[in-house]
């Protein structure tokens, strides 16, 4: 594994630990300082989920792009096969595992801060045929998005788009739009205001397959040179050549 391999790993563990961790912890805190008012708490937790993804893509985005989820990993893949970009396969493995490890471990930390056990599987079930429909088009939507921005070459205002779409998505999605695989593996360890029941992960996940699905094919419909931009997916990863060796970068 090369140098700059590692460290995209590192920063797509690091940041997906650290947006679970948002995501649990501010549930957390939502609930603590306003129990009864499940509405209030969705606004603390969607607020604070927005704003810490968009500073988490500024600070991981140089180094691995700051996919942070693996639908986005895996249609960075996919649309870019064809035009050489993107990840490759190998690419794509490593950054699914790094970010599934991560969001486990952000759940756990989460869990930690706030002196609750270190792993609690959450007892919420969110099984429900509207709830899978709402992660199709929260995921699809997301896809759009990010691929929108990479091929037309606004890939810089990332941080503020995707964490906008997101926090608005927490309240037009019927699921609270988790729309990513990793998040909502993670989001299961913790029994939570943010949990969900190990029971219910596999249809949110098939869910977030098919939104990937959907979004890559009508970005293909829509843009069908957008896997040439694949390699500015979330927010352009510095070269190669720049991360092992800083001092020679112009």
Known sequence: MTVTLRRRLLAEFTGTALLVTAVV????????????????????????????????????GPVSGAHLNPV??????????????????????????????????????????????????????????????GEVVATTGLILLVFALARSGRALVAPAAVGAYIGAAYWFTSSTSFANPAVTIGRAFTDTFAGIA?????????????????????????????????????????????????EGAS
């Open 198 to 246: 190990p029971g219910s992960v596999p249809g949110f996940v098939l869910a977030q397959l098919v939104g990937l699905a959907a979004g890559a094919s009508l970005l293909a419909a829509l843009y069908p040179d957008a896997g040439e931009a694949a390699d500015r997916v979330v927010v352009p990863a510095d070269r190669p050549h720049c991360l092992d060796n800083p």
């Open 72 to 133: 986005v990993s895996a249609a960075d893949w996919l649309l870019g096969r064809r035009a050489g970009t993107g990840l490759t396969l190998r690419d794509l493995g490593g950054y699914v595992a790094a970010q599934v490890l991560g969001a486990v471990a952000g759940s756990v930390l989460a869990n930690l801060m706030f002196d609750l056990p270190a792993v609690d599987l959450s007892r919420t079930d969110r099984s429900a045929g509207h709830l899978w429909l």
């Open 25 to 60: 912890g501010s549930g957390i805190m939502a609930a603590t300082l306003s129990p009864g008012d499940v509405g209030l708490q969705l606004l603390a937790n969607s607020v604070a989920t927005a704003f810490a993804l968009g500073a988490l893509i500024l600070i991981f």
